[in-house]
């Protein structure tokens, strides 16, 4: 079953990341969409699986800005997409001196 989650983010500090739990369990994600409407200062976000010592990282970390041309930062996937597995869940993790608003949509198969 493809499950959509949806997470507003408005968090992210100088030094310690901040991990927020988009999915909290283990699925295969089959889309992404980041969209940033609020940039913050040298903000940066990654996504990643919870597997444990090592995260597997799905997008690597990019900065975040507000994108001039009408679309989305980042659309990962698609219908016709394979799924990746995600061991222990989906975690965005954020970034930088001050942040902004960024929102993530994920589609999921559980």
Known sequence: MI????????TGT????????????????QQIVISC???????TMR????????PFVLLPEFTLSVPTDGYTNVMWGGQNFIAIPMEGGIDVVTRG????????WAHIIQ
Do not use: E, F, N
């Open 97 to 104: 001196t001050t942040p902004g608003i960024v929102t993530v």
């Open 14 to 29: 100088t030094g310690t990341p901040v991990t927020t739990a988009l999915v909290p369990q283990s699925c295969y994600v």
């Open 47 to 54: 996504v990643q699986d919870k597997s444990s010592p090592d």
């Open 3 to 10: 499950v959509p989650y949806v997470k507003r983010i408005t």
């Open 37 to 43: 409407p609020g940039a913050g200062t040298a903000w």
